[in-house]
């Protein structure tokens, strides 16, 4: 509790991280264990994306260390990927309505800085190893699909961000996550990283390009 929103795990690299360089698409990467353990250099090679992951962190973590970890790192686009944790209970028993609050306020603070949001879907969860069997019962997948939905309906509400859909791609046909993507039913693998890079790429794309525009209608007003 002397360091709740861990702040201090990325405070000297984001010192030493500076400023954006002139025409550089900064990208930060923030979320829990499945970001903290992403190689973003293998998987996004020559790309500008900062990882921001902290493992075990739940929504109410990001939102405290939103200002140093994203907002003054001045990214074009910050990709959200959290909630597992919340449903486990991780810093206490949180609601579904909590959850979506924190989510609310984090699309706030990023729209009032005019950094564009991915909001990644939370991924499913399988029990098919042995290992599994200490995360799956922590995430119930009715619980995962119902966040799913809430995140899914608010980015399409307006274009407040754009939704990066997970989920669909590392289902299986029994609702859980397939078994090759995950050895412990919960963190991808080099397999599940696989799926995601080229969906994650596409909605950073999308992103881009609607900062782009943004920027666009700012330099030129009618």
């Not at 994203?70 to 206490?92: C, E, F, R, S, Y």
């Not at 609050?101 to 991924?123: C, D, M, T």
């Not at 809430?150 to 754009?162: H, P």
Request: hydrophobic content about 45%; some cysteine.
């Amino acid at each position: 509790m002397n360091d709740f929103g861990e702040l201090g795990r990325y405070r000297v690299a984001n010192a030493r991280l500076g400023p954006p360089a002139a025409g550089e698409k900064r990208v930060v990467f923030l979320g829990d264990s499945i970001t903290d353990l992403w190689r973003l250099a293998r998987a996004f090679p020559g790309k500008s994306y900062v990882n921001r992951g902290i493992s075990g962190q739940t929504t109410a973590q990001l939102l405290l260390r939103f200002r140093q970890d994203v907002i003054d790192l001045k990214p074009k686009v910050v990709v959200i990927l959290a909630g597992t944790n919340d449903l486990a209970g991780n810093t206490g028993p949180m609601t579904i309505e909590a959850i979506e609050s924190n989510f609310a306020s984090l699309l706030e603070l990023a729209r009032a800085h005019a950094i564009q949001v991915v909001l990644g879907s939370i991924l499913p969860v399988h029990n098919y190893t042995p290992p599994s069997e200490v995360a799956f019962p922590l995430r119930p997948p009715e619980k995962i699909q119902t966040l799913n939905r809430w995140l899914k309906a608010t980015c399409d509400a307006g274009g407040a961000a754009v939704y990066l859909d997970y989920f669909s791609a590392m289902v299986d046909d029994r609702g859980l996550l397939k078994r090759q993507l995950a050895d412990d039913g919960l963190h991808p693998n080099a397999a599940g990283y696989a799926v995601m890079a080229p969906l994650a790429q596409a909605a950073i794309d999308q992103a881009l390009g609607a900062s782009a525009g943004r920027d666009a209608r700012i330099l030129s007003p009618r």
